[in-house]
């Protein structure tokens, strides 16, 4: 059993719904990336989504893709971020790690080294923007022969064909895109979300999480309250950039106690 199925398996027999905090690694500077994901679990994360950084990120609004631009500003790679990730499962190895990128590191990388790499590295998922799953079968099938879920996007605007392929293909969880745009964006409708939760969970048949435009507790309990897991990052990354860098890992868990606590307290059993 993969340790993101074990997670969502602990939450579940505990009425807890997981939260899953986004970094990009490297920001604001490599060395506080480590620490960061430290800061992450003391915050309550159940689960790291860890961004690759990529010069070219469409899917992200302006404050991820200024996170990304200052990572690779020092130079992050994705076998950098790899090595992040070992050196993390030095003195944590219960807290999943996914990665979340593009497709045009990996195939820099060379899919099959890629794969063999990350499980060698202790990671846990990978998820590819801009990899629907009728083009990374071959991707997809290199990942699960290593232990590796892949995780994919699904949106209000996916068709039936769609929720079919990803839950052929995807192991671990379904990130829900709630709204129409880019990360970070506003005007979430959580009534809407809420309202589609419950069918697109018997669709796909893994556990759901909800991303894309979360910002406070209010709207992580609600979604919580009907969703497997919160997904947050533009927020977190805003903590990160409101301040002095070396403070950062003691606001960002400061920030995420705060949606934990809601989170915990809105869960409806």
């Known amino acids: 059993m993969s340790r993101i199925q074990t997670t969502f398996n602990r939450l579940q027999a505990a009425g807890k719904t ?3 905090p986004f970094i990009t690694a490297g920001d604001p500077v490599p060395g506080l990336t480590l620490p960061l994901m430290r800061a992450l679990v003391e915050g309550g994360a159940d689960i790291i989504e860890l961004g690759v950084p990529f010069s070219d990120p469409m899917a992200d609004g302006p404050t991820i893709q200024r996170a990304s631009e200052r990572a690779l500003q020092y130079g992050m790679s994705l076998r950098t971020v790899l090595a992040i990730v070992h050196e993390f499962r030095q003195t944590n190895v219960v807290t999943p790690v996914v990665l979340m990128g593009y497709a045009n590191p990996i195939e820099a990388y060379g899919l099959q080294d890629f794969a063999s790499d990350a499980a060698a590295m202790g990671v846990d998922g990978v998820l590819v923007v801009d990899y629907p ?9 290199l990942l699960h022969e290593k232990g590796i879920d892949p995780i994919f996007l699904l949106a209000p605007t996916s068709t039936e064909k769609r929720f079919a392929e990803v839950a052929k293909m995807g192991s671990g969880y379904i990130y829900y895109v709630s709204l129409k745009g880019v990360t970070g964006s506003a005007h979430l409708d959580l009534d809407d979300v809420i309202r589609r939760i419950p ?18 507790g209010v709207a992580a309990a609600r979604i919580g309250s009907v969703a497997d897991a919160v997904v947050i990052g533009s927020r977190i990354i805003e903590e990160i950039e409101n301040g002095p860098a070396e403070e950062a890992p003691v606001r ?16 409806q059993q």
């Open 18 to 20: 997981a939260l899953i």
């Open 133 to 141: 799953p009728e083009e990374c079968a071959e991707f997809t099938t």
């Open 199 to 216: 069918a697109l969970r018997e669709k796909v048949g893994m556990p759901v999480g909800v991303g894309f435009g979360i910002r406070d």
């Open 252 to 267: 960002v868990r400061n920030f995420l106690r705060t949606i934990r606590r809601a989170m915990d307290g809105g869960h």
